[in-house]
């Protein structure tokens, strides 16, 4: 991952912004924007009234008593960008290199909430994350959705009530992360073999489950027989069969780092043999080939629009790939694997429309409810309607204008990215800064000038 | 403390009065340290996330080790003998809350990561502080009543803010913000204890307590963080900490006050044996009667071919060793008639290793020894290669 040059000023404002921001409960409006709600068309000149974290209503000439009000003053504004594949704000490594199999690892034990990427990502309109494992593991380990409450703790950055997911991997990066400790190399050495690794993974998990049931019945036999029956001793828990255990329940949501057509038709078939949900495959470059399938199953693709060919299995795509698969019903979102990228994902979606015909309207859904669906979390976010969180994206321009900069970034009705104050404070950090160094400048005793 | 690795083993204390350890040892295997610094690439676990679900899995694993062997142990009859496992056998005994652990947090989040682990154990932890932020997590120790080890190194970590927004403004807070650090614990009510962990010698240490009196701590606390907490954190506040009959006669004795800059410390008694402070002489080596600048090829037993690139200048010693893993440079090093020191820290597979090298210099050949602090010494033979 790569890591930004980052100004000691955006910093200072940025650690500002922390203490202010605007009191949730007091009602907000935005006033005079065009709004593109996805879910209800484009509404020119409106408002949306938010309250408690909430958008209430969406319409013209809205009003509430003592609100603090923004004027959009025809500035446009949409859903907050969901970004459905990043790995910002994860403390250490994102691949536990050391397994084949990591199902017990856990991306919320290592959330770093000081990592400057989550503000950055607000700068460009996004609002909620799906930070994940990275893919040298067939099964790696469990991925969670955030909310860029940029100054909140960990705990506080996690969607409540998205699902946790589980990050696999086929191909080349499962089978070249073989750097094998003490001299071994590390299963497996194909292609096949990982979908190999996977399948065994998952009958060991089901053993690990029945012992549990069995233990569970011995369990209630000694309790019935008072005391006659000897109390079983419990079968050794073991977190990383636990975490298969919960793929094969269908709690984790699968989430599977792939290019080729011919994996993922395999794994459709893998996944629907255990009754495993599979929400999406990641980059999936080859996806356009197998969209009838895809649909068919009900399993969504994360990807990129115009960034290929960096290795021999990412070679088989093109730019219209996305839209085609789009197209034919495939739920496509627009995802950026990188910090910096995570910036300008509406420009990629605007690629789609100039490389690939979509339209406006389902360019912007690869942003938001795309991503949502794929994740779980549409209930909650997505689209800009009445009971959904008010998370915000205001643009200066139509968000796939190549010209348009975000503006201002809303989470929960609260404002924690605004470009015109950030410029504000700026100013006044380098002005102080300037005086303190010209305080600190040796003087002239006599004249005061500066020697 | 041993403080390499994840469960990096157990600490004893030590009277600094007799050479001898048998005679100085206070008390042994005491507690265990609990790292967050994955050793490597090459081994399971290699990263932060995987540390943490290995030390969930291992603590789960302790307690149902310590479970079967207590059931064997009250009826062997009619159940299988449980293996016996040398590492949960000692960690068993922590994670029943027999003994203290020592978690080594490099920052706040490792503090919120240990303590998460101590909530719904019984795990009796201490929380070394090595990044300067406990602090931060104020509610979250008071809730755990954690007893926290202060370092004063005051090295901001690299994963707040400070360190991310370059280097002024790190240096910045190293300065104005971390050294504030054991005061805000004070005021807060935080049990601590001062520890020297990440400083280099006693001199830094002293001078990093100094710095967190300036900063605010006052001197009161200052002394008990240096004294009685630390006794009492780990149950020796009988025999140590005052100065009271019956105690062991471990005193300090200063000109005037102790907690200053400069201060004059005359004597030191450690277990009732006096020690006087005197000003240390500069060394003074020998003149070096021998001249080692040039390339010389390194040969040891199960270590692959070296090269080393001497530059001498008088006593002064540096150079480059060349290695399978790389070209790595040293400096600080010294002749001393035909005696050749040098330390050096290679890197292994993103592993560091710090190695000691001393030898003797006849004519063209040097014999010596390499002690590496993990894994023993070696003795090697270098030849000067011509031209």
């Known amino acids: 991952m790569k890591r930004h040059m980052i100004t000691e000023i955006a910093l200072f404002w940025a650690m500002g912004l922390l203490l202010t921001g605007f009191a949730a409960d007091k009602p907000l409006i935005l006033k005079n924007g065009n709004i593109i709600t996805v879910s209800g068309g484009t509404i020119e000149g409106g408002d949306i009234l938010v309250q408690a974290g909430k958008i209430v209503r969406v319409g013209k000439d809205l009003g509430a008593p003592g609100a603090e009000t923004i004027n959009l003053k025809g500035q446009w504004v949409m859903p907050g960008i969901i970004d459905s594949h990043s790995h910002i704000a994860v403390e250490g490594d994102v691949n536990e290199m050391g397994d084949l199999i990591t199902s017990e690892v856990d991306v919320r034990d290592v959330i770093n909430p000081r990592d400057m990427m989550i503000f950055y990502a607000l700068t460009g309109g996004v609002t909620t994350v799906h930070t994940m494992h990275g893919s040298a593991n067939p099964i790696a380990g469990r991925g969670v959705v955030l909310k860029l409450r940029w100054g909140k703790s960990a705990d506080e950055l996690i969607f409540q009530g998205a699902p946790l997911t589980s990050k696999w991997a086929l191909g080349e990066n499962p089978k070249q992360s073989n750097l094998g400790g003490a001299g071994k190399a590390r299963y497996p050495k194909s292609r096949m073999g990982v979908e190999a690794a996977i399948r065994k993974e998952f009958e060991q998990a089901k053993d690990y489950v029945r012992h549990w049931q069995e233990y569970e019945k011995k369990l209630k036999a000694s309790r019935a027989g008072k005391g006659k029956v000897p109390a079983p001793l419990p079968p050794k828990r073991d977190y990383r069969l636990e975490g298969v255990a919960d793929i094969l329940s269908g709690k984790l949501w699968v989430r599977c780092h792939a290019y080729q057509s011919e994996e993922m038709l395999s794994i459709i078939r893998l996944c629907k043999e255990y009754g495993v949900k599979l929400a999406c495959f990641e980059h999936a470059l080859e996806g356009y080939r197998i969209t009838n399938e895809l649909v068919a199953n009900g399993v969504g693709i994360s990807t990129f629009v115009d960034f290929w060919a960096y290795k021999w299995e990412a070679y088989n795509t093109m730019p219209h790939g996305t839209a085609l698969a789009a197209r034919r019903g495939v739920l496509v979102a627009l995802n950026s694997d990188d910090p910096e990228r995570m910036r300008r994902l509406f420009n990629d979606a605007a690629k789609t429309v100039r490389f690939g015909g979509l339209s406006e309207a389902e360019a912007i859904k690869t942003l938001t409810i795309n991503p949502a669906k794929i994740l779980g979390i549409d209930k909650q976010v997505g689209t800009i309607e009445p009971g959904k969180d008010a998370d915000l994206a205001v643009f200066s321009r139509h968000p796939l204008d190549p010209y348009t900069v975000c503006q201002m970034t809303i989470v929960d009705g609260t404002v924690y990215f605004d470009r015109a104050k950030y410029l504000e404070d700026r100013k006044k950090a380098e002005e102080e800064k300037k005086k303190e160094a010209e305080a600190k400048a040796p003087k002239d005793k006599k004249t005061g000038a500066e020697v | ?387």
Not at chain 2, 101 to 125: K, P, T, Y
Request: charged fraction near 25%; include cysteine; charge should be negative.
């Open chain 2, 1 to 387: 403390m041993p403080d390499r690795g994840i469960l990096t083993g157990q600490s004893s204390f030590f009277c600094l009065s007799d050479p001898d350890k048998n005679k100085s040892l206070l008390l042994r295997d005491l507690s265990l340290g609990i790292g967050f610094s994955p050793p490597g690439i090459m081994a399971y676990p290699s990263s932060l996330m995987g540390l943490y679900a290995y030390l969930k899995q291992i603590l789960q694993d302790s307690v149902f080790y310590d479970a079967g062997r207590d059931r064997w142990n009250k009826d062997m009859r009619g159940i299988a003998r449980p293996d016996y496992n040398p590492v949960l056998e000692v960690l068993s005994e922590h994670v029943a809350g027999k003994k203290p652990v020592i978690f080594l947090c490099r920052n706040q989040n490792d503090i919120r990561r240990a303590l998460a682990l101590v909530a719904g154990s019984r795990l009796d932890a201490v929380i070394c502080d090595l990044g300067n932020e406990a602090s931060d997590v104020i509610p979250e120790l008071k809730k755990a009543k954690a007893r926290v080890l202060v370092t004063v190194a005051f090295k901001a970590p690299p994963s707040n803010l400070y360190s991310q927004k370059g280097k002024a403004e790190r240096e910045k807070a190293e300065k104005e913000v971390y050294p504030k650090n054991p005061a805000r614990l004070a005021e807060a009510g935080i049990p601590f204890a001062f520890s020297s962990l990440d400083t280099d010698d006693p001199k830094t240490f002293t001078e990093g307590v100094l710095k967190a009196i300036e900063a605010g701590l006052s001197k009161e606390k200052a002394l008990a963080a240096l004294t009685t907490a630390p006794a009492s954190f780990f149950g020796l506040d009988k025999a140590l900490g005052t100065i009271e009959p019956g105690k062991i006669a471990n005193i300090v004795l200063a000109e005037d006050d102790l907690l200053v800059k400069d201060a004059k410390v005359r004597y030191i008694f450690a277990d009732g044996k006096k020690f006087e402070m005197k000003e240390a002489k500069a060394k003074e080596g020998e003149k070096p009667t021998v001249s080692v600048s040039g390339k010389w090829e390194l040969t040891a037993e199960g270590v692959p071919k070296l090269t080393v690139d001497f530059v001498q200048e008088e006593t002064a010693l540096s150079g480059k060793m060349v290695t399978p893993f790389g070209v790595f440079d040293f400096m600080g090093g010294s002749v001393s008639g035909n005696q050749v020191d040098f330390e050096m820290t290679i890197s292994v597979g993103g592993q560091e290793i710090d190695l000691y090298i001393s030898g003797t210099v006849e004519g063209d050949t040097m014999r010596g020894t390499i002690v590496q602090d993990t894994s023993g010494s070696v003795e090697f033979t270098a030849k000067r290669i011509p031209g």
